[in-house]
């Protein structure tokens, strides 16, 4: 790809990325997006879109989200030719593919050191309930929050101290009484997006002039059917 391609990431995301433009030798700038504004979508879709907005005309901008709680919805192309995953949130960017990551079950909550660090992370939750409630009412409202998960998984991506990270989480979940397990990640979607070529099956390609659509986060289902779609410069699809 050109030179005029850069990449938008979730600063969530930022160590996979990191290890993935290491092994590829890519030196595209990258805008990071502050993570602890998944739990607040309508700010997160604000700083991509004014991220975006603020890049030189006609730029091939690789998005690194996943579509978490609809926060790319509107996202506007402008100038520029948007690629980014079909996948409903980061965790497949993780784990290389939304099949792996619903071999889990909803009753999985995902943990990387990335996510941990973040400010939006359930461990960040966790304080500010205390802090709040007091000890003793905010972990049982944290429990009441958490008590449809099974279980906690630590996803190995090889970016980080994996013992290290299994310890904090083993920490934490003392406190709400869930097991923790490792397991394998694997980083070829972020890979698969540097490397170009994308199959319209995984990625979803909008073009100058077109935006996101609510359809568009719902495009897993269709495209595990076999059914392509991308956006056109008149905001119309194509399939």
Known sequence: MEDTTCIVACETLKQELDLVM???????????????KHARPDELRVSIQESLNRLPPARTVLLLFGFCGNALVGIAAGTHTLILPRVADCIPLFIGSPEERDSYGAGTCFFTEGYLNSGGSIVSDTSRLIERYGEKRGLFILKKMLMHYRSFAVINTGTFNVAAVQARVENFAKQVDIPVKVIPGSLRIIDALLAGGWQTDAFLIVRPGGSVSFEDSLISGRARQGLDTVTDGSGKRRI
């Open 22 to 36: 290491q092994n590829r030798n890519c030196s595209w700038p990258v805008i990071r997006i502050d993570a602890g």
